[in-house]
């Protein structure tokens, strides 16, 4: 098995688990911090390291155009040219050719997309997914799926779970006849989808499980639905999902829709918010959510959050960061993303302290009503799951 | 006395010594890195630290407009307001006056200008940059003084340098009936003027030497004269200066003209080169300055100085530099950046070393030719001072 996961922990459907994989160990539940282009922006991998991240997340299509998969095998992987020593999961780039390219034509073969970089036309297939994520030899690696956007026709939502699971049988056999090319083992995860309708949902849970993969996701959410949607769909695959292995919900959300998807069985997550949110000046913090722009911390001297040990709020006061952002320096992008991992970070470990200790439920209450506590930004209760880019 | 300052070994001109600042103490030769609006950019104060740095530079004119000398005051200094707590050395906002902002009138009073962030206008004069400097509570404040272009007419330049003196002599008399606002001492030095011209330059020496500074700045060099001058008007000013108190060349320059000043006599130095350079994918090395744009680096696993120990060196190849650049990515700034100032501050230590043992002279030679033997840059040889923005 190149991935080996345990659940260790149980609290109802919340789960406290061991995924161990060939770059180390990484205990669920889990966030991945957005790498995509083979960096955690305006983060250094030792500091990923000492925000707590113990796997992250590369991108297969950013990869592929740039430095290319070429390369990167030829550094002997992912973790290696990125001297990012631990587990990495790569998503297929199927995401970010619905998202970001200029999407020419989906068939049945693939899909052909011209890159957002410069137009160039590229065609991705379920194998050529696999063979650009078996030379970065990340730890895991995701089919190749469609991504539907919300709201999305039922009739479309139905023909397009239909080709994801078509497209997930390809990836298995492709990877069963090719294997690895670094010296060490790679899992495949398998990708549920059907938007919000639940009869779709469970036929493609049925159909990929039935293909069996090593985990499995659940895309096609925060694309823009309503919570009590992406809730009801996860609940649902939780119970359409293999107990006994790794469950991972692409691109949430908000430190609230981690806590409500743990309590509904996911292990894994990962999602743009806490960097890109970061970046322009908004940090998670233990009593909600901050925008450091704001007039109101010019002379204030505290830390951005004071039951923070993270070295951005060992070090630095709210004014001097408010400071930063106002003159649009580089520190305030690379310290801010510091702080909102280490916020994130916290937030599973403490998940998964509190399940072990079968106190999830009123944890996640008592953590619910702290994190909206803050009023300098109203909107950011509102801030909802957003999508990975 | 508000800095302490002693020369501890000789080889010929070049001194290697100790300044003692409020903040902390400062071998020389020093580099200052250029931390203009409070922060070295795109480096975290304890990566300063790694680096090898004592004292850094804060810009008068860029803390005057944001976030403003009040804020910094009652922050309780910049170092405080900073979280650098090492010596800072403030410099008087003439030169950005003169290059930055929309200048108005230079009078026998002061200077009007128009601020380059939203043209507002504002007035400095020798008092009120001395005022600044006391709420921002630099160890080492500069007077207010005109730095002349280059070409400059002879009648300007003498005209300009008599008004630095009268400045000068304002500043001096300001600060005695003023001193310091926060609870540690703070000392002043004075600029010497007079552009390219032998005469002017002995005149300024004499008037400023015999007003009385804690230090003297040599200013109005590295703003396009040839090499010849810059060398010849160090090496007029070292024979003028007072032996015993440290003499700091503005804004200069290569590490070629680090080490040739040093062997004039100079302590301190400060200049954006290797910060600039850095995030324009410049990296000064051991064997010469390399572009890591280049596409020869696409597929080098090397460091970018194998004799280098920084973080920078020590983690990651030429090859995902070169992406990190060529992807636009943050963290290429991070790590170009400390490695820049990693290695200036090694040149000062080794100079520093060299000048212990008497062998400045030897390791100066072998060092210049070690520093223009790589030929990725034939540019970069010509890369000469640039100037502080």
Same mark, same amino acid.
């Given at each position: 098995?190149?991935?080996?996961?345990?659940?260790?922990?149980?609290?109802?459907?919340?789960?406290?688990?061991?995924?161990?994989?060939?770059?180390?160990?990484?205990?669920?539940?889990?966030?991945?911090?957005?790498?995509?282009?083979?960096?955690?922006?305006?983060?250094?991998?030792?500091?990923?390291?000492?925000?707590?991240?113990?796997?992250?997340?590369?991108?297969?299509?950013?990869?592929? %155009?740039?430095?290319?998969?070429?390369?990167?095998?030829?550094?002997?992987?992912?973790?290696?040219?990125?001297?990012?020593?631990?587990?990495?999961?790569?998503?297929?780039?199927?995401?970010?050719?619905?998202?970001?390219?200029?999407?020419?034509?989906?068939?049945?073969?693939?899909?052909?997309?011209?890159?957002? %970089?410069?137009?160039?036309?590229?065609?991705?297939?379920? +194998?050529?997914?696999?063979?650009?994520?078996?030379?970065?030899?990340?730890?895991?690696?995701?089919?190749?799926? +469609?991504?539907?956007?919300?709201?999305?026709?039922?009739?479309?939502?139905?023909?397009?779970?239909?080709?994801?699971?078509?497209?997930?049988?390809?990836?298995?056999?492709?990877?069963?006849?090719?294997?690895?090319?670094?010296?060490?083992?790679?899992?495949?995860?398998?990708?549920?989808?059907?938007?919000?309708?639940?009869?779709?949902?469970?036929?493609?849970?049925?159909?990929?499980?039935?293909?069996?993969?090593?985990?499995?996701?659940?895309?096609?959410?925060?694309?823009? +639905?309503?919570?009590?949607?992406?809730?009801?769909?996860?609940?649902?695959?939780?119970?359409?999902?293999?107990?006994?292995?790794?469950?991972?919900?692409?691109?949430?959300?908000?430190?609230?829709?981690?806590?409500?998807?743990?309590?509904?069985?996911?292990?894994?997550?990962?999602?743009? %918010?806490?960097?890109?949110?970061?970046?322009?000046?908004?940090?998670?913090?233990?009593?909600?959510?901050?925008?450091?722009?704001?007039?109101?911390?010019?002379?204030?001297?505290?830390?951005?959050?004071?039951?923070?040990?993270?070295?951005?709020?060992?070090?630095?006061?709210?004014?001097?960061?408010?400071?930063?952002?106002?003159?649009?320096?580089?520190?305030?992008?690379? %310290?801010?993303?510091?702080?909102?991992?280490?916020?994130?970070?916290?937030?599973?470990?403490?998940?998964?302290?509190?399940?072990?200790?079968?106190?999830?439920?009123?944890?996640?209450?008592?953590?619910?009503?702290?994190?909206?506590?803050?009023?300098?930004?109203?909107?950011?209760?509102?801030?909802?799951?957003?999508?990975?880019?």
């Amino acid at each position: 098995m190149p991935v080996n996961f345990s659940v260790t922990s149980r609290e109802k459907r919340a789960r406290a688990g061991l995924l161990a994989t060939a770059h180390g160990k990484v205990e669920t539940p889990a966030f991945m911090p957005v790498g995509t282009q083979g960096t955690v922006k305006a983060l250094e991998q030792r500091e990923l390291e000492e925000a707590g991240a113990q796997i992250i997340l590369g991108n297969t299509y950013h990869l592929y %155009l740039r430095p290319g998969a070429d390369i990167v095998a030829g550094a002997g992987g992912l973790q290696k040219f990125t001297a990012w020593n631990g587990p990495i999961l790569t998503d297929s780039g199927g995401y970010q050719i619905f998202s970001l390219s200029e999407l020419r034509r989906i068939e049945e073969s693939g899909v052909v997309f011209r890159s957002h %970089l410069d137009g160039s036309e590229h065609a991705f297939s379920p +194998e050529s997914v696999i063979d650009i994520q078996r030379k970065l030899g990340s730890d895991i690696m995701m089919v190749l799926d +469609e991504c539907t956007p919300y709201p999305c026709e039922r009739e479309y939502a139905r023909k397009s779970a239909e080709l994801t699971t078509r497209w997930a049988r390809r990836c298995k056999e492709f990877w069963e006849t090719s294997g690895p090319l670094h010296g060490w083992g790679q899992a495949l995860f398998g990708i549920v989808q059907g938007s919000v309708y639940p009869d779709l949902r469970e036929q493609s849970a049925r159909e990929i499980t039935a293909i069996g993969f090593d985990g499995y996701a659940i895309g096609g959410l925060a694309v823009g +639905e309503p919570v009590e949607s992406l809730y009801a769909t996860v609940e649902q695959c939780d119970a359409l999902l293999p107990d006994d292995q790794p469950r991972y919900l692409m691109g949430v959300g908000t430190p609230e829709n981690l806590l409500e998807a743990i309590d509904r069985g996911i292990d894994m997550f990962d999602c743009v %918010l806490p960097t890109r949110n970061a970046r322009n000046g908004m940090l998670f913090t233990r009593r909600g959510p901050i925008n450091v722009r704001n007039a109101q911390y010019k002379t204030d001297s505290a830390p951005p959050d004071p039951d923070c040990p993270c070295y951005t709020c060992r070090t630095h006061s709210l004014a001097y960061l408010r400071h930063l952002f106002v003159a649009r320096e580089i520190l305030g992008f690379q %310290l801010a993303t510091l702080h909102n991992l280490s916020f994130y970070l916290w937030l599973m470990r403490s998940s998964r302290e509190a399940i072990q200790a079968g106190e999830y439920a009123q944890w996640k209450r008592r953590m619910r009503a702290q994190l909206t506590q803050n009023t300098d930004l109203p909107a950011a209760r509102d801030v909802r799951h957003i999508t990975t880019a």
